[in-house]
């Protein structure tokens, strides 16, 4: 579809949702951004879209909703803690405001919303998963694949400092579930949380994508504990 092409929304609702639109509010999201941690800046959210939008694809559900709620879905972010002591709900309701200033619909804000807090929806945190919607699913694996591999490696260190977590403490035991908190160092948040995502995504386009990301780390978190602990 063309960036220029209208999508329209259900009829009864106002205003017909755009690429024109998405454009304004990437534009906003990208101004709020600014003052978000590396980790959790716009270059994530533009990763995240991309990767909602190619999933939204493969398991042929909406793109159009999927884009801008993988754009506002770490609005928690800037409250100020890094968004370590709120949910995916506040940070809907956050996105909420920012849809609507952006002229999207009450329809599409309450659909796009559902989606930014199920983000936060994890197992390992004692939680069901049952996606309020198939994009809901989509946008909360896109945004669990850019926390492994490669790139989830570098986010972790790079929020790891921002929150001044040491990079490991061996001598400290690892905790038997995930929780938003500061963790015992960077390598207790992989044992803690981002070695489970693999198990944590739903859709069978983002396991498959998983499978490698998950290898990736794996085979890093190998590497970085034998280098750590070699003998003299």
Known sequence: MDDD???CEPAGTSVPVTRNRLALLRAKVRADFVVADRAHDFDHLERVERLAARLADIEGCDVDLARPAALVHDYHRLDGNHGLGTAGDDGAQRASRVLETCGYSDEMISAICACVAY?????ISGDALIPPSPEAA???DADNLDAMGAVGVARAFAFGAVIDEPMWRPEEPHRDCYDRGVAPSVIHHFYEKLLHLRDELTTSAGRNLGQARHAEMERFVASFEAEWLAKR
């Open 5 to 7: 092409q209208a999508v």
């Open 119 to 123: 983000t936060d929806r994890y197992q």
């Open 138 to 140: 989509v946008v909360r």
